[in-house]
């Protein structure tokens, strides 16, 4: 069982940043696949980003290429989701996932486990 707690989510105006972590329970946190996805009032639950588990490999959404960067720190068991150059479109809540699948994969049903997500709110 892995558990997932993400923080560092908040209102930020448009252009700004913020940087996302997700804290796992897990000794066996390196095996996993560690993905972000964020679901908007009304919409579905979307992919954003995708980490290895080395951290070497990332996979990214078109809608926030070039702007958010995932890494993970597998010593202290956390994957991050710094982002930057927000824009009101990106308001939603966060989850961070996590799973034994490929680290290309962007389909929710792919990851096992989940947090219970984080408030990201940009103001125009």
């Known amino acids: 069982q892995v558990q997932l707690v993400e923080s560092g989510g908040g209102l930020v105006q448009a252009g700004g940043s913020l940087r996302l972590s997700c804290a796992a329970s897990?000794?066996?946190?390196?095996?996993?696949?560690m993905g972000w996805f964020r679901q908007a009032p009304g919409k579905e639950r979307e992919f954003v980003a995708a980490i290895s588990w080395s951290g070497g490999s990332t996979y990214y959404a078109d809608s926030v290429k070039g702007r958010f960067t995932a890494s993970r720190d597998n010593a202290k068991n956390t994957v991050y989701l710094q982002m930057s150059s927000l824009k009101p479109e990106d308001t939603a809540v966060y989850y961070c996932?996590?799973?034994?699948?490929?680290?290309?994969?962007?389909?929710?049903?792919?990851?096992?486990?989940w947090g219970q997500g984080t408030q990201v709110t940009v103001s125009s």
């Open positions: 996932a996590g799973g034994l699948t490929s680290w290309r994969n962007t389909n929710p049903g792919a990851y096992n486990y």
């Open positions: 897990a000794r066996t946190f390196s095996n996993y696949i």
